[in-house]
């Protein structure tokens, strides 16, 4: 056996060295991350690392003796295969790619949204905490000033410890319910299911809309209240506040959500929006 290796360890030495040519026929390289594993092949010739050639350890010689040690690619591998598994399971929770480079780290900090963001980044981080009381959280404050970007940051935080979370449009969901009626497809159980099973819902811009109509509301309360009954936390958004969403919604809606999250948080500062659009404006003259 110990000959073996040193045969072996001759043989991927002189490899690397470019002293004989690579006898392989094509290889896979492994990748393993985010609790998965996959491969990608290569032909004849072709290497994911110029330097071990994918044999995951680079080869040298001391005086005569050929010793190895891992080589960097290992690393580099792990990586990717991370990266690309977070990537599947951020699109699994329906968090769009327009969202995905939404981070705590690069939202856009002032004096007023401060407090919104420490309390949201606070969230994400004790979720394990969370999860296990049902703590919801609720995010409000006028167009623009980033609750979107928030809820973003949360899921992205919450899928990076390794819970599922779903992402989901008030409205279009209502609207994906609605035609669940009329079509072959996803039926409204199938529809729900996912929300009632993962371990953070969010439900952002609740109050999309100025009125909802009596089928919308209980739709509504039935959604927030399977939460509610599992209890599994929610993150909800909204740019109207409470007495908007009591007349709007009703109070059985507003009582769940407060009973569930406790204060509502505001989230202030200026409407990033438009300043994007004043920056751009300014751009073309």
């Known amino acids: 056996m110990a000959a073996r290796v040193e045969a072996l360890k001759k043989e991927r030495l002189a490899i690397q060295r470019g002293e004989r040519p690579d006898p ?25 690392c110029a330097q071990c050639l994918d044999y ?55 004096d007023l949204n401060r407090p919104a963001w420490e309390a949201a980044r606070a969230y994400a981080r004790n979720f394990a905490t969370h999860r296990q009381s049902g703590k919801s959280l609720f995010l409000v404050g006028d167009s623009g000033r980033g609750k979107t970007h928030l809820a973003a940051a949360v899921v992205q935080e919450v899928v990076r410890r390794g819970f599922r979370a779903l992402f989901v449009v008030t409205l279009e969901l209502l609207s994906d319910i609605r035609a669940s009626y009329q079509s072959e497809g996803r039926t409204e159980e199938e529809i729900l299911r996912p929300l009632k099973q993962v371990d ?28 509610y009954e599992a209890e599994k936390p929610i993150l909800v ?33 200026e409407n990033y929006r438009e300043r994007i659009a004043c920056s751009l404006r300014s751009e073309d003259y």
């Open 200 to 227: 953070l819902l969010v439900l952002d811009d609740i109050s999309a809309v100025d009125q909802f109509s009596e089928w919308e509301k209980g739709k509504l309360y039935e959604i927030i209240n399977l939460r």
């Open 237 to 269: 958004t909204s740019n109207k506040m409470v007495t908007w969403i009591k007349d709007r919604l009703g109070k059985k809606v507003v009582d769940r959500l407060l009973e569930m999250c406790g204060d509502f948080i505001p989230v202030g500062g």
């Open 24 to 48: 392989r026929p094509g290889h896979h390289v492994r990748f393993e991350g985010g609790g998965q594993t996959y491969y990608r092949f290569y032909p004849p010739g072709h290497y994911y």
């Open 56 to 110: 995951e350890r680079v080869y040298t010689e001391t005086d005569g003796v050929i010793s190895s040690a891992p080589c960097g690619c290992l690393e580099r591998r792990h990586q990717e295969a991370e990266k690309k598994s977070l990537e599947e399971r951020l699109s699994a929770a329906g968090l769009r790619k327009k969202f995905r480079g939404r981070t705590f780290e690069n939202f856009t900090l002032s």
